[in-house]
């Protein structure tokens, strides 16, 4: 895998990886009792904590993007191995 693979890679495990973090936590106003500003959504969130969801998204971005490196690296895997 070149430096370009790499790269690229690693963000679309980032991306797929901070979608699957998002709504850890998430309370929204109206699940809070919190008070609804006039103008907002009331399903918006109280406190999303972005930094500390960008820190594990990207812990988990590592690992699963370290697996795939050592995978495809040592040809752990081969297409032809593959029963079809």
């Known amino acids: ?5 790499g790269i690229v890679s690693f963000a679309v495990i980032w991306m797929i ?4 973090v ?3 936590g998430m309370r929204s106003h109206s699940e809070a009792g919190a008070e609804i500003v006039p103008g907002s959504e009331a399903s918006a969130p109280v406190r999303p904590r972005l930094l500390l969801k960008f ?5 988990i971005a590592l690992v699963l993007w370290g697996i795939l490196y050592v995978t495809v690296t040592y040809r752990l895997l081969s297409l032809d191995d593959l029963p079809f």
Do not use: D, R
Request: aromatic share 12%; glycine share 24%; hydrophobic share 45%.
């Open 1 to 5: 895998m070149g430096p370009g693979g």
């Open 17 to 20: 990886c901070l979608f699957m």
């Open 22 to 24: 998002l709504p850890w």
């Open 55 to 59: 820190v594990i998204t990207t812990g």
